[in-house]
């Protein structure tokens, strides 16, 4: 299973911009890039996914480098409910429907 | 449309007991996910059904078990329960396991063992 590499935690203030980087050196060709965030004492949420190319949701977008080894999620105006912990989890055609959750980085929105 | 449900909600039980937790995915969703939660060791997959069939195992003892209805609803049993195995259980439904879909979870069953 190819790894992800987070931050464990950023700082933001609320109604500016975040980027919240994620490595994955190890990706291989058909991986997808899915994003989840967990508020508390709540199950996971589904945020973004993307392959190749950069992405725009009504949550957020998703920026791929052009090797794949690395994204970024951006959520374009924090807000206070943004505070969660935000997975980068790389999904394999060969290992259906399994998300490997790493431990994540835990975004603080300060007003 | 509705979201994902999960039956019960919060679930106490004795050690040596067996436990049944069930799932209703998203209508039209053909793929269920299960997951454990607990403070140690995070979130981790424990198995995933596709028309009826189980299609991928998480590392877990034979004691976890699942299964997975016509309808697509699925069920989790958890035989001989021990102490650690109080967590949270998510489920995730997905219209399919392929990578480019994504998951969305349900609120989870709380299970503590005493």
């Known amino acids: 299973d190819a790894k992800t590499t987070q931050p464990n935690s950023m700082e933001s203030n609320e109604e500016e911009p975040v980027h919240l980087p994620c490595n994955h050196s190890t990706i291989s060709g058909t991986d997808y890039i899915h994003w989840y965030r967990q508020l508390p004492s709540q199950g996971p949420e589904y945020v973004i996914h993307?392959?190749?190319s950069n992405v725009n949701n009504r949550m957020a977008s998703l920026a791929i480098a052009e090797d794949r080894k690395s994204s970024t999620l951006i959520l374009h105006r924090a807000t206070l409910r943004d505070a969660a912990v935000y997975y980068c989890?790389?999904?394999?055609?060969?290992?259906?429907?399994?998300?490997?959750f790493g431990q994540g980085t835990t975004l603080q929105v300060k007003p | 449309k509705a979201g994902v449900t999960q039956t019960p909600r919060y679930l106490i039980k004795t050690r040596g007991q067996q436990v049944t937790l069930s799932c209703s995915p998203i209508s039209g969703h053909r793929s269920v996910s299960w997951y454990q939660q607990t403070p140690g060791q995070g979130l981790q997959f424990l198995f995933e059904y596709f028309s009826e069939t189980q299609r991928n195992k998480g590392n877990f003892p034979g004691r976890f078990s699942g299964r997975q209805f016509s309808n697509s609803r699925s069920e989790m049993n958890v035989s001989t329960l021990e102490l650690g195995d109080s967590a949270l259980y998510l489920c995730a439904s997905s219209l399919s396991p392929d990578s480019y879909y994504e998951q969305y979870f349900g609120p989870g069953t709380r299970l503590t063992v005493t």
């Open positions: 993307g392959l190749t």
């Open positions: 989890i790389l999904l394999s055609s060969s290992n259906t429907g399994k998300l490997i």
